[in-house]
């Protein structure tokens, strides 16, 4: 039963431009988010958070928006480099399970020039 | 410079023998995990530790065992490699009892021929 899942496996970006990253998720005892990065052959980053409480954060490139009725959160890139193309995955977590972390299949963002 | 480390970083191996996939860390952290991941899959939580001469199985039954004799040190083992057992096997930590970011190694390529 997967509580979190990224619909779009792939997603193809032209540099320069915004790259929307979008995460559904059905338990509604999730308490905060988290998107990480990955590379080929290493392990996930940790890229952006935000709690249940806020509705949006942002650093730098990356801003994280969560609308808690659609149960939808989405990752936005602006602008889109080279460097990017990586593999996204977006994890949800509750403490109510220990703050252990769900996560979805993520999606592959390919940034091209 | 803290850090959370992978032994080895590949590993082709035959059927039946006995693995060790080291996981070091030196963050002073608490809680460790062992999560497996397939290509265009979500990470799957096999094994979780908080602490010294504490571990759990996580959400995916996984034949493999974990140990934590040391804060520093989770180490996972197969005894007799199948494969089935083919994945990336990714270890991970945190910080406290409240934290919900994870930090990741670099990763395990497992290969079971």
């Known amino acids: 039963d997967q509580q979190v899942k990224q619909n779009s496996p792939s997603l193809s970006v032209q540099e320069g431009r915004i790259s929307i990253l979008n995460c559904d998720y059905t338990n509604s005892m999730f308490d905060y988010f988290l998107w990480y990065k990955k590379y080929p052959a290493e392990g996930p980053t940790f890229l952006i958070s935000?709690?249940?409480?806020?509705d949006k954060n942002e650093d730098g490139r990356f801003t994280v928006f969560l609308n808690k009725s659609a149960k939808h959160l989405s990752l936005h890139i602006v602008p889109s480099q080279p460097g990017d193309s990586a593999v996204y995955f977006c994890a949800a977590s509750d403490r109510s399970n220990d703050y252990k972390l769900s996560f979805g299949a993520g999606t592959t963002v390919t940034v091209r020039a | 410079e803290a850090d959370i480390y992978q032994t080895p970083r590949y590993l082709v191996i035959g059927t039946g023998k006995k693995i060790t996939l080291e996981c070091s860390q030196t963050m002073g952290h608490d809680k460790m995990y062992w999560y497996q991941q397939d290509p265009g899959m979500e990470l799957h939580l096999i094994h979780y530790s908080y602490g010294v001469n504490s571990t759990e199985k996580g959400d995916l039954s996984s034949e493999s065992t974990v140990s934590r004799i040391r804060t520093e040190h989770f180490p996972l083992t197969l005894e007799s490699a199948r494969p089935s057992h083919t994945s990336q096997y990714l270890c991970?930590?945190?910080?406290?009892?409240?934290?919900?970011?994870?930090?990741f190694g670099p990763g395990t390529r497992l290969t079971v021929t």
């Open positions: 935000i709690s249940s409480i806020k």
């Open positions: 991970a930590s945190s910080a406290w009892t409240g934290a919900y970011e994870q930090y």
